[in-house]
């Protein structure tokens, strides 16, 4: 049987994480607290098994108290999802509500908001449900899968012991360890990217923490948008990936014949992850992977940039990718655009337009930025949403959705 955390020591191994305590069979207990979305420890822990039922666990997780984790994990599970059954009924009722609203009385924006709100609460109540880990990474619990990988892959190495022999026991939710799981199988499998090609060449693998390529339209638009030509005195075009991600931007530039490419961002699993992509894929040669705040030095002909789409706070590191607040990203690029473009180069902006069917930002407030930072528009590509959700009509944002455009604006210095 796996063994238990109950204590670690001075938490030498891993100084960075908080400490999670609670009281066990009458002794204070205490191990490393992991969370992805950066939440603080809870508070209160109350020790739950195969023995607490549905209904007091959510009660519990809706008071603020985690349920750290003693019985069969995959009793575990199902508890899990009997608390989002519970936990969706009442954003169903709110929508049933408001579909029977007048529509001038639910604008869309307010719709958003409820949304973000009812995700936020889901959020909350489900990681409440806590699952301990043991120093290697082994889950300790009846029945619980290997997810030593996985838990590799998304948090580094295993701690081990520490010196004084103390061991980096840890806590993290038991939707957390979903997560990590689910991302490690689409990090074996790759989401496979027709605009490079023919298979099995054409995959990108997305690590846990960086947003998956699963909008296929704004790569296509890529791949399509017709190349500025040469600058004068220049033998090849150059290019910069701004926010590459899982790099797959880069790839695709450099499939199309792209020699010089330089790819930024700022989180170190991104960069991880590019490297690793353009490396399989084969295109290392042809990017330069650097951990920078939007632009690197130079100056180049082509400029792309998918910048978050909603101008709205993310509340966990992944949401980073959705979500840019106050548009800091989008505005970012447009400022500095003009300083980095070659001679006759264009800035390859990738936006979708569903914050404005959102009511979050206008097509006048855009076309306004442009101006604002001495930008033309040459042209505009546009294509329309091909994920499900475009067609989920049970979705709160469906009507939104349903009317997205993706472009690509091909800008110029004025």
Known sequence: MP?????????????????????????????LWRSERGA???????????????????????????????????????????????????????????????????????????HRQAQAQRARVLGMVLIPFNADYTIALRRAPDAQLACTEAWGPAPGASESGDTAASVASLRDLLGMVSAHEWRKKGVEIPALGAAPHNRI???????????????????TAPLPPTPPGHTALVAFDIGTGTGVLSAVLARRGITQIVATDQDPRALACARANLAQLGVAGQVQVLQADLFPPGRASVVVCNPPWLPARPSAPIEHAVYDENSRMLLGFLAGLTAHLAPGGEGWL?????????????????????????????????????????????????????????SLWRLAVE
């Open 3 to 31: 063994t238990i955390p109950t204590r670690v020591g001075p938490l030498g191994a891993a100084p960075s994480l908080p400490t999670l305590h609670w009281t066990e069979s009458g002794q204070s207990c205490c191990a």
């Open 40 to 114: 603080a420890p809870p508070k209160r822990v109350a020790l739950a098994d195969d023995t607490t039922t549905a209904d007091a666990a959510y009660r519990l997780a809706c008071e603020g108290t985690a349920l750290l984790w003693r019985g069969d994990y995959h009793n575990a599970r199902q508890l899990l999802q009997a608390l989002a059954r519970r936990v969706d009924k009442t954003p169903q009722r709110k929508q049933r509500k408001a579909a029977q609203t007048p529509v001038q009385a639910t604008p869309a924006a307010l719709v958003f908001n409820l």
């Open 205 to 223: 693998h997305p690590h846990y923490g960086v947003f998956s390529p699963v909008r296929g339209e704004y790569v296509t638009l890529v791949a």
């Open 350 to 406: 990738i936006l979708s337009d569903l914050a404005e069917h959102l009511g979050l930002r206008t097509r006048a407030e855009l076309l306004a930025a442009f101006k604002t930072h001495g930008l033309q528009v040459l042209g505009r590509l546009d294509a329309k949403p091909l994920h499900p959700k475009a067609a989920d009509a049970s979705d709160p944002l469906h009507a939104a959705r349903a009317a997205e455009t993706t």
